[in-house]
């Protein structure tokens, strides 16, 4: 077994973030060329979100625009894996049933949301959990922590594989009413 960091382990939210938006993993493998979250070639979020409030499309824009534009917005990202043990040539395995299964190392995302009291909306990037039971269990515990403490929680549509206008509109409807 080899273990895999998450790429942007060390990223820390900004202190008055006011959107959270969760993902699983993204891998500090080799063939990852992902400069930030969600910055995969087939990963739609960076269209998909600054049009949703009104901004130009950042898809393949530099990293310094997308951080100006989530400094400005007041969103921020974490993911639920810190990191995870695999198999040996499974490095490429971004399958989050092949995740869930191999005992990830889990951020402490409830600790996050409660060290940061700007935060009044929790939005995880998955709808469906069919396989992911442990990934279920994670999210589940935090949508409770967000009901509980008048915290606004939302599934929202994966970024990932396309970019449509009913996956923009169902984001514009979730983010923003």
Not at 3 to 23: A, N, P, R
Not at 24 to 46: H, I, K, M, V
Not at 91 to 111: A, C
Request: with cysteine; proline share 5%; net charge positive.
């Amino acid at each position: 077994m080899k273990e895999i960091k998450h790429k942007f382990s060390g990223h820390k939210i900004q202190k008055d973030t006011e959107i959270l938006i969760i993902g699983t993993f993204n891998p500090d493998t080799e063939g990852n060329d992902a400069e930030f979250f969600y910055g995969r070639s087939r990963n739609y979020l960076w269209k998909i979100l600054p049009l949703c409030l009104g901004s130009e499309d950042l898809k393949g824009k530099p990293l310094n625009e997308k951080l100006r534009f989530i400094e400005k917005m007041k969103i921020d990202f974490t993911d639920l894996i810190d990191s995870v043990q695999i198999d040996p040539g499974q490095e490429t395995n971004y399958d989050d049933k092949y995740l869930d299964n191999h005992d990830p190392e889990w951020n402490n995302v409830l600790n996050l949301i409660a060290s940061h009291k700007s935060i009044k909306k929790v939005c995880f990037t998955r709808r469906s959990f069919g396989g992911i039971p442990k990934m279920k269990k994670q999210i589940s515990e935090i949508k409770e922590y967000c009901e509980s403490n008048g915290i606004q929680f939302q599934y929202l549509v994966t970024p990932a594989r396309f970019y449509s206008e009913p996956k923009l509109h169902e984001w514009k409807k979730l983010l923003i009413g």
